[in-house]
């Protein structure tokens, strides 16, 4: 991917569009780059609600009435990478916990009672080999109880993540955080994570070892340019797309949360521009996922459903050992929609739409 060329892409057509401009982009069947940059840079709200309902429209053509429930299950807090908006972070002074088999193995009871079928496995960016063992033991056993397992950790290697293939990995998640190398520099401090390039080309080690699903992301906030950020974001996933064209692919829009004791002064991100980012990244990446988290408010998840949101997590717990019981330690952020499971399937089924536990798109 040549990141360069994006950047200077942006960078050459960052400025906001007439509304006329933004109303005829409307209009085309499929928008360019420098189309979608423009959306980008509007903020007239006639234009938004235009584009909502074409944005409704798609994501129903590609994906149905459904919005596919997940929850995260955390099984370790050690972390060897010094980034210094997250709780997990090497700098923090927390309690570190790993859970044994048995742990997680009442972890994942609990969350198959609930009625998951998919878990997204967490750990910090725990680099060591008992790390890994400890990983690889998890999707073992996850196996026994869900049907697609996925996993959000640092970076392996192509052999790592077949290792993990065999053992039943069904995807991965892997954020770049931000797209703004200097600003990937002043927020990643130490440990493997500093190597931006790295990072970047990991999620292909993944595809390329056969994972059947992949999610990419940036951290709202990091960046003062975020519109950048979700700009470069949307050109990572189109690249993935024309590169591996069999693989499913999501995006993910997180934006920053407070932890405990956290003193990095980060960008605030409005609802308004969550839910136009969500809406022009629709109409520009027909077929790909988009997920909400957790991170968000309640009325505010409520309020995505339809307009472009494919994916959700729910009832989530982001300590170690959050689900069996109240929690071994430290979060690592604060989650903002802390409703159960059946709260969120009944708002999700008034709205028309159906709560699905198995990932159909993969079947």
């Not at 409307?26 to 509007?42: G, P, Q, R, S």
């Not at 990983?135 to 052999?159: G, H, M, N, Q």
Request: glycine fraction near 6%.
């Amino acid at each position: 991917m040549n990141l360069d060329e994006f950047v200077n892409l942006y960078e050459k057509h960052k400025k906001r569009p007439s509304k006329k401009d933004a109303i005829d982009i409307l209009t085309k069947d499929e928008i360019t780059e420098v189309d979608y940059i423009k959306l980008l840079n509007c903020y007239d709200l006639d234009v938004l609600e235009v584009a909502a309902r074409k944005a409704k429209d798609i994501t129903e053509r590609y994906f149905g009435k459904n919005i596919f429930l997940y929850a995260p299950l955390y099984i370790s807090n050690f972390c060897s990478s010094g980034c210094i908006y997250c709780g997990y972070s090497c700098f923090n002074k927390i309690k570190r916990k790993r859970l044994n088999i048995n742990e997680i193995e009442d972890e994942m009871k609990a969350l198959k009672k609930k009625g998951f079928q998919t878990i997204l496995i967490l750990t910090g960016e725990d680099n060591t080999k008992e790390g890994f063992n400890h990983l690889k033991d998890a999707v073992r056993f996850a196996r026994r109880y869900f049907s697609e397992v996925l996993i959000e950790t640092s970076p392996l290697t192509l052999e790592g993540y077949m290792e993990l293939v065999n053992e039943g990995l069904t995807g991965v998640t892997l954020y770049q955080e931000t797209y703004d190398l200097d600003t990937y520099k002043k927020v990643h401090l130490l440990g493997k994570k500093r190597d931006f390039k790295a990072r970047l080309c990991a999620i292909e080690r993944a595809i390329e070892a056969g994972v059947r699903e992949v999610n990419i992301g940036c951290l709202l906030g990091l960046c003062s340019d975020y519109l950048k950020d979700v700009f470069l974001l949307s050109m990572h996933a189109m690249y993935l797309l024309k590169k591996y064209s069999k693989v499913e692919l999501s995006i993910s829009f997180p934006r920053i949360r407070p932890f405990k004791g956290m003193k990095f002064n980060y960008t605030e991100v409005s609802d308004l521009e969550l839910v136009k980012f969500i809406v022009y990244t629709r109409l520009f990446l027909k077929s790909v996922g988009i997920n909400i988290s957790t991170r968000e408010r309640s009325d505010l998840r409520d309020n995505l459903i339809g307009l472009g949101v494919t994916k959700m997590s729910a009832e989530s717990k982001t300590s170690v050992g959050g689900y069996s019981k109240e929690g071994h330690s430290f979060e690592q952020f604060e989650v903002s929609d802390k409703r159960s499971l059946d709260e969120i399937i009944k708002v999700i089924r008034s709205k028309g739409y159906n709560a699905e536990f198995t990932n159909w798109v993969m079947i």
